[in-house]
């Protein structure tokens, strides 16, 4: 690959209009929004992660402590507190424009949209000085429709707003490897500001890839001179003084729990064992890249090879210093997930990108074509098939939604291919950018939101305010269902309580309860309501589908005669 911002390799995008190549941070913002607004405001809050995000940023909120996070009424000493400060940030600012309030998710979404935005603008701003400026936006506008990201800035929580500070700081970083002798000092301190933000956001990850970046880099130049570029020496306390105030505080009001925990719990069990399930093989991700980095993988995937080839090309050596030491690092941590490896996603986008806009490109190996082809064809015909069986396998209709992603498919599919056998690889990664917004649409605004069987929280929640306004939370009990959205839909102070038995105390422990019982746990609450002389009344029913256990559940609303 040859990486320049010459004329010839600025080869016209040719689907996009003249007038918005000419405006290339408009057309970004455009596409972000149509990828992305699809759902935002009509899904409810997903468990686990999501609600216990924005339930402990409601609770700052509410009390006003803004060192300490909380949820209910337990430390939840895990990450640092930066996203709640933009959650609660957000909250204050749609209240105070009455625009929005704090018991919608949708409100603690807002900094992931804002993370995912700005993470594409960077992709762009920086992109133009690595590999041109249409290559640039060409891969600004490939990772705009990654799959992953596409979910993440759908999601209250971290990974969206972390990808902003590490697509803006090794951007900068680029700056001073290409042309160190024209790295001033407000770009170091922006570089150094920004990992200090990383570290509020979620620890150690965001520095950790400019380091490898820049071991990577040391170690196969054999030289550094973009270190001195990068003023380390008051660069590194810039950056402790930016984030070492809250960890104090955090220190001081927990009495060390944060550190014992998020240290020795948290992070050490996600490098020493699968939490919570999340266990993957070494190879998780390069087998999982084709659904995380849809529709543009395969033109990734393609692209490798000659990006490997290129590696003496500085740009390049650049891109892969910033990918494969902490793919490799990723892999070897046994906690896995999709989105851990997103903070890569600019660098790739951007390689596959080169690539694609790049006159005089090698043409890809047939086995790497084949799989790039062959997660285009899966993850586009997995996502419609999909958006059409699950409302039928969970309540037995077909959505509107769903009939819509078939055919949305079928065209992204075959339209990328005829494309891609032309070799026109710019116009394919920007058609697939394109054609991903009617198929993520279908999926996110059509199905998902409409399947009622998997949003138990909020139907339990519309139940309990039918059968009592106006009940306080404290006197709402739950047994047989405990997801973190029980917490965000009814109120921190809601009784998850433990089993059929404690549900029939709780009813007897005051007048006017409500109690929510799971239908594993009914027959010990009926034995314990006789034993106790209760005669509960039954108000309602809630049916659905724990996604985060795999299985059915139903939830019996139950009160005392008054």
């Not at 980095?293 to 692209?303: E, N, Q, R, T």
């Not at 037995?396 to 939604?401: A, E, F, K, Y």
Request: charged share 15%; with cysteine.
């Amino acid at each position: 690959m040859h990486f320049s911002a010459s004329p010839r390799q600025d080869l016209s995008l040719g689907l996009l209009p003249d007038a918005l190549q000419q405006r290339p941070r408009l057309f970004l913002v455009l596409l972000c929004l149509l990828l992305w607004l699809p759902g935002f405001f009509t899904l409810p809050a997903t468990d686990r992660d999501e609600a216990r995000f924005a339930q402990a940023s409601r609770q700052m909120v509410e009390s006003g402590d803004y060192v300490r996070i909380r949820f209910g009424e337990e430390e939840r000493n895990k990450k640092p507190a930066g996203i709640h400060w933009l959650q609660a940030g957000s909250v204050h600012l749609l209240e105070a424009t009455h625009l929005g309030d704090r018991n919608r998710i949708w409100a603690y979404r807002i900094p992931s949209l804002l993370g995912a935005l700005l993470a594409v603008l960077a992709t762009h701003h920086w992109g133009r000085a690595i590999v041109g400026r249409r290559a640039a936006l060409l891969g600004a506008a490939m990772l705009a429709s990654c799959l992953v990201l596409v979910a993440e800035a759908h999601i209250a929580k971290t990974d969206a707003a972390l990808l902003a500070s590490v697509t803006a700081a090794m951007g900068l970083f680029a700056a001073a490897y290409l042309r160190p002798g024209a790295f001033t000092g407000r770009q170091a301190a922006g570089f150094w500001l920004l990992l200090g933000l990383s570290i509020l956001l979620k620890g150690p990850v965001g520095p950790m890839v400019p380091l490898l970046c820049g071991i990577t880099l040391a170690v196969a130049d054999r030289e550094a001179p973009w270190l001195r570029a990068l003023r380390p020496g008051w660069g590194l306390p810039l950056m402790i003084a930016a984030a070492a105030p809250w960890f104090i505080a955090i220190g001081l009001a927990t009495e060390g729990r944060f550190f014992q925990q998020a240290v020795g719990g948290d992070m050490l069990s996600k490098i020493g064992s699968g939490e919570e399930k999340h266990w993957g093989p070494p190879g998780y991700y390069l087998l999982t890249f084709g659904i995380a980095a849809f529709p543009s993988a395969w033109i990734v995937l393609c692209a490798l090879p000659a990006a490997w080839r290129d590696r003496l090309n500085p740009p390049t050596r650049f891109l892969l210093a910033w990918i494969v030491p902490s793919w490799l690092i990723f892999e070897a941590v046994q906690t896995k997930l999709p989105h851990y490896t997103l903070p890569l996603f600019p660098a790739l986008m951007l390689l596959g990108a080169a690539w694609a806009m790049d006159p005089v490109r090698g043409q890809p190996g047939r086995w790497w074509r084949r799989a790039g082809i062959a997660a285009l064809v899966l993850v586009a015909a997995g996502l419609a098939v999909a958006a059409l069986a699950a409302p039928w396998q969970l309540e037995r209709r077909l959505l509107p939604g769903g009939l819509i992603a078939l055919p949305a498919a079928a065209a992204l599919i075959y339209l990328l291919l005829r494309v891609g056998r032309q070799r026109a690889w710019g116009r394919a990664g920007l058609l697939g950018a394109l054609l991903a917004i009617p198929l993520y649409a279908a999926v996110l605004e059509g199905v998902a939101p409409r399947l009622a069987a998997l949003w138990i929280a909020p139907r339990l929640a519309d139940a309990v305010a039918a059968s009592a306004p106006g009940l306080p939370a404290g006197q709402i009990g739950v047994t047989g269902y405990s997801e973190p959205s029980l917490l965000f839909s009814l109120g921190q102070d809601v009784r998850l309580l433990r089993t059929g038995m404690d549900a029939a105390q709780f009813l007897a422990g005051g007048p006017g309860r409500v109690v929510a019982v799971g239908n594993r746990a009914e027959a010990d609450f009926r034995r314990q309501a006789a034993t106790l002389s209760l005669a509960p009344q039954e108000l309602a029913s809630v049916t659905g589908f724990n996604y985060s256990r795999g299985r059915w559940v139903t939830l019996l609303l139950f009160r005392l005669p008054s």
